[in-house]
């Protein structure tokens, strides 16, 4: 262990290894924080078996990963498996503790609380699901022969190319403040402006497209950072990505912050081949709940119209994120009305034809599929799992066939980066993801993830196109030179 008490990694040839008594401390935290939330409860609820059942398997389930690298003696805090599994545990173990408790699973009147064992298999089926296609398709690292080492020419072509898609990405970010004619105080957290005032106040045309573009600049700050000259991050990639931060937390997308704040984290240990200590991932969960989704939503809400006065509360701040991670009602919903109305066979998937085309050409563009029946029974703006979607589509056999493709998708980045380690494009993508996993389960919309996902993704993309080809120009001269020089 170094001074700094971060952990000392190294890739072994099938799995990472990290010192297992810190697995063992992870596991013992794990079930300490349970029990304490369960103590905090009435459990009054404790004598409806079949919550208690599901919850106790769906609980042991959200463990597995760690178990399994306690057991292998292998042990990544930064695999794409332990973001799923930790959503799972906060979405529907500990948030369905506290529903039940509160007697609070009601949604628009209706009461879905006879509806939770259900929903509780249903998310221990889509966890499975994602195992399964995550542990099957583990592969060993790849030859030494597929690594490819970076020279300065490259980090300084890539670090120029991040500077064009930082100013690109930004100045379509600013071209929808402009277009907008959107108040720049409506976007300043620590001003007098509400949540999303900007919405009220702009007085001009909304550009899906130009605000969407905000969704890059995190991208684009870590190529920045990733390719820098020297070890130590300067002063201005820092004051860049609190820019960015403060810019998020102005629009209220908490997820964005998430995505931000967790993926430079992630990088910060990637690039220096450690993993955070026991403490210091307490310590980040701690920032997340309290200062991402306890302060900004406190922002967000009503009842505030800063956070700049005064720091809130943290009982404020609990309950914000209490209210903001109720996604077990509206998965009820669903679970609900789904057999009632039927399955929509992935009607709700067509939607990704018809996103890209302006709605100022077409108003009413995801109305031409048609439009759920469920929809009116959920709150506008409530989101779901991400296996919800693969439910109302096709079923259970949609939680397995869909969640599988996530789990095998997410194998496949991991087992990139562990064949390349010290890859600063990989790395930034399994920062990237690994931060972003937590913002994709709570979105039931496939149209919203995919999307998403080109926009968070596409500066890495295009950074590894264009270096690519950069590369094979080089290899042709340099192979041309030898042919002429014989």
Request: proline share 5%.
């Amino acid at each position: 262990m170094n001074p700094s008490g971060s952990t000392t990694f190294e890739l072994a040839d099938d799995h990472p290894m990290v010192d297992r008594q810190r697995v063992s401390l992870m596991l013992s935290l794990l079930f300490l924080l349970s029990a304490a939330a369960l103590l905090g409860v009435e459990l009054d609820w404790l004598e409806r078996e079949q919550e208690v059942v599901w919850l106790t398997i769906l609980g042991l389930a959200c463990c597995l990963p760690i178990i399994i690298a306690w057991l292998s003696g292998g042990f990544d805090p930064f695999e794409p498996v332990y973001p799923i599994a930790a959503a799972t545990f906060i979405y529907y173990v500990i948030m369905v503790v506290v529903l039940l408790d509160r007697n609070a699973v009601r949604v628009q009147g209706i009461d879905y609380r006879n509806d939770m064992p259900k929903v509780l298999l249903l998310a221990l089926l889509a966890l499975v699901s994602f195992y399964t296609a995550y542990y099957i398709g583990r592969r060993r690292a790849g030859p030494v022969a597929r690594r490819v080492e970076w020279n300065d020419g490259d980090r300084s072509y890539v670090h120029r190319l991040a500077l064009v898609l930082l100013g690109l990405f930004g100045s379509l970010f600013i071209l929808w403040i402009i277009v907008g004619r959107i108040p720049l105080r409506s976007l300043w957290i620590f001003g007098e402006a509400s949540y999303q005032a900007w919405l009220s106040e702009a007085e001009g045309a909304w550009v899906g497209y130009l605000f969407a573009a905000q969704e890059s600049l995190p991208a684009c700050a870590l190529l920045l950072i990733a390719t820098r000259r020297g070890r130590h991050w300067p002063p201005h990639l820092i004051l860049l990505v609190v820019a960015i931060t403060v810019l998020f937390a102005g629009l209220g997308v908490r997820a964005r912050i998430l995505l931000m704040a967790g993926s430079a984290t992630v990088l910060y240990y990637l690039q220096r081949q450690k993993r955070p200590s026991a403490w210091q991932i307490a310590l980040m969960a701690f920032v997340v709940v309290y200062a991402i989704a306890g302060a900004v939503g406190i922002y967000r809400g009503p009842e505030r119209a800063s956070v700049g006065d005064s720091a809130p509360a943290l009982t404020a701040a609990v309950e914000k994120f209490i209210e903001s991670s109720d996604i077990a009602s509206p998965t009820a919903v669903y679970v609900h009305w789904v057999p009632v109305f039927g399955y929509d066979w992935g009607k709700s998937f067509l939607n990704l034809l018809v996103t890209p085309i302006p709605s100022a050409l077409w108003p009413d563009k995801y109305l031409f599929f048609g439009k759920s029946p469920i929809e009116a029974f959920r709150p506008s703006g409530a989101m779901a799992a991400i296996f919800v979607e693969f439910y109302s589509g096709f079923g259970p056999v949609g939680i397995v066939l869909g969640m599988a493709l996530v789990g095998w998708l997410c194998r496949r980045v991991y087992d990139a980066y562990r064949a390349n380690p010290h890859d600063p494009l990989m790395q930034i993508t399994l920062a990237l993801l690994w931060a972003y996993l937590f913002h994709i389960y709570g979105r039931n919309s496939v149209t919203l993830i995919v999307y998403g996902c080109i926009y968070v993704f596409t500066p890495v993309y295009v950074a590894r196109w264009l270096l690519a080809r950069r590369r094979r120009a080089r290899a042709t001269r340099a192979r041309q030179g030898v042919f002429y020089a014989t």
